[in-house]
């Protein structure tokens, strides 16, 4: 099967077209997504293809556009609502967390709520404090919505394929800085490549220690694995891919192994992925740890404008490699 | 403008009364302690509001309201015994004990729910109105809607794509002068309610004088027709509530202004009064008398029958109880024991 080299951003929109290729139930709404194309370009085209009915700009009202997906999604469309950063989603909290999520709980499963939130997440480029986050953790802390967080390509597509289908709500978030990144795909992969729900993946393997990642924080922990094979420690790779659910039996067989973890991610130190996963690797793991669990995030701080700065505030491969160090 | 039957009329009536006995049984539960949970917030006074306007709407019209929801389910015909056991939190509740006074709704009747997040279902009804205009129906969304929502963003937000999507929605704010403890005109400073939709360009239907079940049936009418037809409309329904913003409201004890308030829309305002003068002065006192005792005696005996259903009924009291229904059962989801937040169907 021929295979070619994929930018995150096409293999997105791939899995949306056919999705609405295959559904009439699919719609898209957001800002920007219609006529100007998609500020990420990641519904180009759409607009002619779909039409007006299918692919909806909405005004700058992420409260509404939020709630309005799930209503829709009750009565039994299959929205997928974009959040033109994640940073704006903060203003639907309360429709995603307390509607989106809850709905069905409260009224005992009477309704099902199947839509799809996406969202561009991250920070850099000097795009300054209030557009700087990568706080999946935050939405991943509310049972009822699932969380999914691709690290490359063809992740992308099958986990956004199977959260579409999914009857359950889903938060998609879409790494800005891994949009443009190109990665292997096959031309063929048929209509139903669904990556599972929940279920992480070994992007290298290693004997020597477990990094365990998500989105951009993979791509991190694959540079710094490389830095690491250069003096001989072999790191195993743990890309999780959903925050919820969290598929922690993979990171548990990674360590069994290994004994030793490093927790990669590009949010925030306090109360974060990190956090969740070394609690439970302690609570569970306690037995085959030979050292302590490291967690390498940003610096807990909001990020500044000025270009070097930033990048002192960011996460980088040599600060993983650094980290695995001290505990190899 | 459309003119109710007998037949309505009686109903209207039958309607009424059960939820006046409804509500008037929940806030002595709720003081006997047979009914526990912080919230509790009564449709006595606003009968009239949900009656005459749900009137107007076919079987396959939608309706979404507030927390302010146990009228708005009777109404729609829901079980009384499911809605007093969901009341008490009990396996056999509407909503299986999980969501309490707030969150009664009724897939077979269309009733999308009763929301706890003011304003929060306002951009849900948009989004219901959207299925029924992308698959070509002409089913309208019935949206009832506090005056204190009426402040917060997700009104201005929802009311707005209502209007540029032309979504067949009719926006009934239920004003009843306050927002919990805020008068009307210390909240918003335009007074006139349905004002504010039309600043979006929202076909206003004015205010109506919601204690007169027929007066909400007429304008309701003119407003379903033209949702059905063109898109959003306005109604603004003034009301008030006899037992305050909910249960645990005293300011109606500490305040002599708002007690002597509530006296006097008691005294000349009274739904339940108000209809049953129509249905006597157009139909005769005496035709009318058995069959109106009738409802009164049927609501009694309905709302008793719950009572004891509901306290007969178990409480939901397994962790399968707990965890089920977070997440809808899948083959999508990936199966490993460790999973954590997969959730239980």
Same mark, same amino acid.
């Given at each position: 099967m021929a295979t070619r080299n994929v930018a995150m951003r096409e293999a997105i929109r791939r899995a949306l077209r056919e999705e609405m290729q295959r559904d009439e139930a699919v719609f898209v709404m957001g800002e920007e997504v219609a006529h100007w194309q998609g500020t990420h370009r990641v519904t180009r085209g759409f607009l002619e293809e779909f039409g007006e009915r299918r692919v909806r700009d909405t005004p700058i009202s992420e409260m509404a556009i939020g709630g309005l997906a799930v209503g829709a999604a009750m009565a039994g469309l299959r929205p997928v609502a974009e959040f033109m950063t994640i940073n704006f989603a903060f203003l639907a909290l309360d429709a995603i967390a307390n509607h989106?999520?809850?709905?069905?709980?409260?009224?005992?499963?009477?309704f099902k709520v199947p839509l799809v939130y996406r969202a561009a997440s991250g920070w850099g480029n000097q795009a300054t404090a209030s557009h700087s986050h990568a706080p999946e953790p935050i939405f991943a802390h509310f049972p009822g919505i699932y969380v999914g967080c691709p690290?490359?390509?063809?992740? +992308?597509?099958?986990?956004?394929?199977?959260?579409?289908? =999914? &009857?359950?709500?889903?938060?998609?978030?879409?790494? *800005? +800085?891994?949009?443009?990144?190109?990665?292997?795909?096959? =031309? &063929?992969?048929?209509?139903?490549?669904?990556?599972? *729900?929940?279920?992480?993946?070994i992007k290298r393997e290693g004997g020597d220690v477990t990094l365990v990642a998500y989105a951009r924080g993979v791509d991190w922990a694959l540079q710094a694995a490389r830095l690491l094979a250069r003096d001989g420690v072999e790191a195993e790779v743990v890309d999780l891919r959903w925050l919820r659910?969290?598929?922690?039996?993979?990171?548990?067989?990674?360590?069994?192994?290994?004994?030793?973890?490093?927790?990669?991610?590009?949010?925030l130190p306090m109360y974060s992925f990190g956090s969740e996963i070394a609690a439970l690797l302690q609570e569970h793991m306690f037995d085959y740890m030979d050292a302590p669990i490291k967690r390498v995030a940003a610096e807990d701080v909001p990020l500044p404008y000025s270009k070097e700065i930033e990048l002192l505030a960011l996460p980088n491969a040599q600060k993983v490699a650094a980290a695995v160090k001290e505990i190899v | 403008m459309a003119e109710p039957t007998k037949d309505m009329l009686l109903e209207w009536y039958r309607q009424m009364v059960l939820i006046r006995e409804f509500e008037e049984t929940c806030h002595q539960l709720y003081e006997e302690k047979r009914i526990t949970g912080v919230y509790l917030h009564l449709y006595s006074g606003h009968e009239a509001s949900g009656v005459g306007s749900m009137a107007a709407l076919r079987k396959s019209d939608h309706v979404i309201t507030a927390y302010r929801d146990h009228g708005i389910a009777l109404i729609l015909g829901m079980?009384?015994?499911?809605?007093?056991?969901?009341?008490?939190?009990?396996?056999?509740?509407?909503?299986?004990?999980?969501?309490?006074?707030?969150?009664?709704?009724?897939?077979?009747?269309?009733?999308?729910?009763g929301y706890a997040i003011v304003g929060g279902h306002l951009p849900l009804a948009a989004g219901i109105a959207l299925e029924a205009r992308y698959r070509g129906k002409d089913d309208v969304t019935m949206t009832y809607v506090g005056d204190g929502a009426t402040n917060n963003g997700y009104f201005h937000e929802a009311l707005n794509m209502s209007a540029i999507w032309d979504l067949p929605v009719i926006w009934i704010i239920e004003n009843n002068g306050y927002g919990m403890g805020t008068e009307v005109a210390r909240a918003s400073g335009q007074t006139e309610l349905h004002r504010k939709a039309e600043a979006y360009g929202i076909r206003s239907f004015g205010r109506v004088d919601a204690q007169n079940a027929l007066e909400v049936y007429a304008v309701a009418c003119q407003a379903v027709d033209y949702a059905r037809r063109h898109g959003p409309a306005v109604i603004e329904h003034?009301?008030?509530?006899?037992?305050?913003?909910?249960?645990?409201?005293?300011?109606?004890?500490?305040?002599?202004?708002?007690?002597?308030?509530?006296?006097?829309?008691?005294?000349?305002?009274e739904p339940i009064t108000i209809l049953r003068d129509s249905i006597e002065s157009r139909h005769g006192a005496e035709a009318v008398a058995e069959i109106l005792a009738r409802h009164e005696a049927d609501a009694r005996r309905i709302v008793a029958e719950s009572v004891a259903f509901a306290e007969a009924s178990a409480l939901p009291n397994s962790y399968q109880a707990l965890m089920r229904n977070t997440y809808v059962a899948s083959d999508l989801v990936h199966k490993t024991a460790q999973s954590v937040g997969a959730g239980i169907e």
């Open positions: 989106a999520a809850k709905v069905r709980y409260f009224f005992d499963g009477m690290a490359n390509a063809l992740d +992308a597509y099958g986990m956004l394929k199977a959260a579409i289908r =999914d &009857d359950n709500p889903v938060l998609f978030t879409e790494s *800005i +800085a891994l949009y443009p990144k190109p990665s292997p795909m096959p =031309d &063929d992969l048929g209509e139903d490549y669904l990556l599972p *729900i929940g279920k992480g993946d659910p969290l598929d922690m039996a993979l990171v548990y067989q990674s360590f069994k192994k290994t004994n030793r973890c490093v927790i990669v991610e590009e949010s | 079980d009384a015994n499911a809605v007093m056991a969901e009341m008490m939190g009990k396996e056999t509740g509407s909503s299986g004990g999980k969501g309490g006074s707030m969150h009664l709704a009724s897939r077979q009747h269309n009733f999308w729910g003034i009301t008030y509530r006899y037992r305050g913003h909910g249960v645990s409201d005293k300011q109606y004890d500490a305040r002599a202004d708002m007690s002597a308030e509530l006296k006097e829309w008691r005294a000349s305002r």
